[in-house]
């Protein structure tokens, strides 16, 4: 069934005088061509490709699957999705245009001479093309009724496949990621230039705000600067509004990223113990991580030991923790392409003091109520007002807030001890889907964080210096469900009693 439909969406090369496909028919899968069928996967299902597949890794992609978890049906449900955006987009200006979208994928970026970072791939070009190889670009181009991916990839090269490994290369990249066509990098200009040239009004769909291929922004800038009449126009509010929604089969894997963290993390505050340093905390907590089949952490986690805390971006993770210390740890994993954001706050000698334990079970109550509210289904930004006034009752309490103020006074107070917001959205991305406004209120299919904390800056007037220097805060990974919440992160202990108890293992 799922043919069909693409059928009747794919671009009519006649109709609209798609000469630059015909002419390159060569280079593009003719998935019905037998002479080009044998240089298939299928044919010859030993030979390598630019990522993993089920043939290559099957204990990491099953059959069906592009991406771990993630099927080739899954793929043309985003990319139908993105399809429909886009028309509506114009339908609803009453544009009767051309619209060609242009996501790129990330480069190889190098930290010194030939020696990379860690490749990462640009996350909405992954989220439609399911490629993951550097330099590609993903094209959909609709007119009327109908519309076409092309995906651009790098060719196969083998000199360049000596040093960097296997290439998909263009002669089987459309099968493999079920696009409609493949082209190699060098046709892009010609390509959109034809296009261009078929409707000088086309509007393009391009970020040109935020660079991801440097080159190829260069050459689209100087195209479009030629010609007359296109509008460039960002794309990314539309991409993000259907990232924001999380499939099953995007909530299993997030799941298990939030197991897998959860779980290295309890396992760190088991091993931890004073006189270790923050950066044996943060190693340990990556290979508990990979070793449960993580890529590698989210993020450069924050391992913040005593007075470190107040500092809300510490990663410097190079001081020893000493008896009597709290630890903050925010550490996050990326399993699969989807990142899991947990923080814990434990003390390192086994038991927090008075203070220590005063404010973390004010931040523990204040995070969990908050919880609770999301079954009425908030903005993001209405459980952060929430939770710098439940915050601020609290810490009135124990004289951290004077009594006695209004209401705007008490939320101005709570902001100075939390100054960071109580929530984000969570998935492929740590900070995902950030062209969301968290005004809007939250839906079934979204994942959030919940993480208020308490930093008493240790030259605070106010505060009993008892209290000084403190840093705690608690995080945990939400799905929002139909009827309220489900907590991803739940195998994480956060109880006063559970980490006392781990803290206490290895003293
Ligand atoms: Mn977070």
Partial sequence: MFNSVKH?????????????????????????????????????????????????????????????????????????????????????????????????????????DKIPYIFRQNTDFLYFSGCQEPDSILVLTCKEDKSSFTLFVRPRDEHSELWDGPRTGVEIAAEIFG????????KFEQFVASLIQEDKKSIIWYDHADVVQPILHKKLCQLIKLTDNQIFASPKTLFHQIRLIKSACEVDLMRESCRIASDAIAQTIQSSKPEMSEHQLFATVDYECRMRGAEHLAYPPVVAAGRNANIIHYISNNQIIRSGDLVLMDAGCEYHGYSSDITRTWPISGKFTPEQRVLYEIVLDVQKILIETLKDMPSLDNVFHHMCFLLGKRLQEINLIPKNIDEEKLLTAAYMYCPHHVSHYLGMDVHDTGKISRSIRIQPGMIITIEPGVYVNPKNPHAPSQFHGLGIRIEDDILVTENGSEVLTKDCPKEVAEIETLASQNQ
């Fill in 179 to 186: 696009t409609d066509h493949a082209l190699p990098l060098t």
């Fill in 8 to 112: 009747s969406l794919r671009y009519n090369p006649s109709k609209f005088g798609y000469q630059l496909l015909a002419h390159f028919s060569a280079e593009t899968t003719a998935k019905n061509d037998p002479t080009q069928r044998e240089c298939t996967r299928n044919s010859y299902p030993h030979a390598m490709c630019g990522q993993p597949t089920s043939i290559t890794h099957s204990h990491l992609i099953k059959h069906g699957e592009v991406l771990p978890g993630i099927s080739l049906q899954e793929l043309e449900r985003r990319r139908s999705k993105l399809v429909e955006s886009v028309t509506l987009a114009m339908h609803t200006k009453n544009i009767q245009r051309q619209q060609i979208v242009i996501i790129p994928a990330s480069s190889k970026i190098y930290m010194s």
